[in-house]
Each structure stands twice: as structure tokens, then as C-alpha cells.
């Protein structure tokens, strides 16, 4: 719980600084909530971020829900921030999730927030590890 409101407090703290943030513009949060499998994870993610990116467009209330290959064009249109929070344990679960979407929008960033260092390689990316 601890970590969960660091991380909140350091979410907002960010999020209000976008404007400043030569990187980022915007920040994007999400909360794992899945079933624990692979693919319950890519749904939960894909529709978190789905809402996100079309709430900011949208009316409330009318927020639709996009496909993968919709969300990632998306993103690669912008300079965002993902907050990943309470991912513990599930790097192999998202292997196939980032690897997507580091290829396909460049200019995304990931905060994940894990008990352990998490180990990520990929040609895409720079991982950068902060031990709390």
C-alpha cells in the first residue's frame, strides 16, 4: 500500500508538471487489475489505455473502446507517460505488450512499479531500475 501511494503522489506530482516536461506530455495511469494471465493482462491494458486516450478527446460519457492496433497508433502520436502500477511478477506477461508497443510508438515511456527489479531487454528501449 505503501508503494501504491508513493507512487500515486509521484503520478500527480508528474502529471502537473507535464506542461514543463520536455518528454512528456501527458501521463497515463493503470492499475493492474487483471485475472493473472497473459492475456487477461493485454485486455486489461488495451482497455485502460483505450479509455484514456479517448477521454481526453472525448465528451465524457462517450468514450469508446479502440482496438490494439488503434491504441498504438495512437500513442505513437503522442509523449506520454504509462504509469504501470502493482505489476509484481508479471514481466513475462508483459514481454509481448511492450515489445509491441515500444516498436510501434517511439516516443512512449513506462514507469513500472514492481517489489523486485524487473528484467526487460529489449532493442526498442532504455531501462532505467530505481529500488524503493
Known amino acids: 500500500a505503501f508503494r501504491s501511494n ?14 514543463t516536461a520536455i518528454h512528456v506530455k501527458e501521463v497515463f495511469y493503470v492499475k493492474y487489475e487483471a485475472d493473472g494471465t497473459a492475456e487477461g493482462l493485454h485486455k486489461s491494458l488495451l482497455l485502460s489505455l483505450s479509455m484514456q486516450i479517448t477521454s481526453r478527446d ?21 509523449k506520454v507517460l504509462i504509469v504501470l502500477d502493482e505489476f509484481d511478477h508479471l514481466e513475462n506477461a508483459l514481454d509481448d505488450f511492450l515489445g509491441s508497443l515500444f516498436q510501434t510508438a517511439k516516443t512512449v515511456q513506462v514507469l513500472l512499479t514492481a517489489q523486485q527489479e524487473v528484467s526487460y531487454a529489449s532493442l526498442e528501449c532504455s531501462q532505467k531500475t530505481v529500488l524503493l
Open 6 to 19: 508513493l507512487l500515486a503522489a509521484a503520478y500527480h506530482y508528474i502529471k502537473r508538471r507535464t506542461s
Open 58 to 78: 472525448s465528451v465524457q460519457g462517450q468514450n469508446k473502446t479502440l482496438q490494439e492496433a488503434d491504441v498504438f497508433r495512437a500513442l505513437a502520436k503522442m
